[in-house]
Antibody, heavy 122, light 106 residues
């Protein structure tokens, strides 16, 4: 079955850029699914960041759109997140997830990666 | 954007209790709603999608209902493994989550 694994620096300086990668195993990132990033600040709820299709098409949360870039690397079967101009408010556990839906009937998340904590601090 | 509001925020219950969590959307989302269970230090786990479709492998004591703006997640007989935080998520417009409901031991 499909498994996801996040990786990247656990500490980012304020005003810097957060960069994470999600490796997909047990399936192809070129399947008919969208792939998302979701974050969760410590002790708080979940926030959707954005999604990508293997063609490179993306959709972003309007509240983060100006700072977010999601990209795909089909040769490595992975997708990535970049979040610029970070502040302490961006400290969170970042999850990658697959949307198992197809075509127009889609939008939920399964499976999820285990998550990676990114702390923004000098 | 669509706001999702869950109630209650915390629920105290005993093993064997019937538990109901409510999720309200600020505008109609048809049946485009999912429910997740999250335990401390773990990723969310999908329970229900399309408001009432039970994800494969999820125990049948979990059920979802509703459409439009009001939805419920019901656990028919609470088990020790069910003490966790539950989130609803809409996917009618972009994606958005409720604030969560923590189910704790009474």
């Amino acid at each position: 079955q499909v498994q996801l694994q996040e990786s990247g620096p656990g500490l980012v300086k304020p005003s810097g850029t957060l960069s994470l990668t999600c490796a997909v195993s047990g399936g192809s990132i070129s399947s008919s699914n969208w792939w998302s990033w979701v974050r969760q600040p410590p002790g708080k709820g979940l926030e959707w960041i954005g999604e990508i299709y293997h063609s490179g098409s993306t959709n972003y949360n309007p509240s983060l759109k100006s700072r977010v870039t999601i990209s795909v690397d089909k040769s490595k079967n992975q997708f990535s997140l970049k979040l610029s101009s970070v502040t302490a408010a961006d400290t969170a556990v970042y999850y990658c997830a697959r949307d198992p839906g197809q075509q127009l009937v889609r939008g939920w998340f399964d499976p999820w990666g285990q998550g990676t904590l990114v702390t923004v601090s000098s | 954007d669509i706001q999702m509001t869950q109630s209650p925020s915390t629920l105290s219950a005993s093993v064997g209790d019937r538990v109901t969590i409510t999720c309200r959307a600020s505008q109609s989302i048809s049946s485009w709603l999912a429910w997740y269970q999250q335990k401390p230090g773990k990723a969310p786990k999908l329970l229900i999608y399309k408001a009432s479709s039970l994800e494969s492998g999820v125990p049948s004591r979990f059920s979802g209902s509703g459409s439009g703006t009001e939805f419920t997640l019901t656990i028919s007989s609470l088990q020790p493994d069910d003490f966790a935080t539950y989130y609803c998520q809409q996917y009618n417009s972009e994606r958005g989550f409720g604030q969560g409901t923590k189910v704790e031991i009474k």
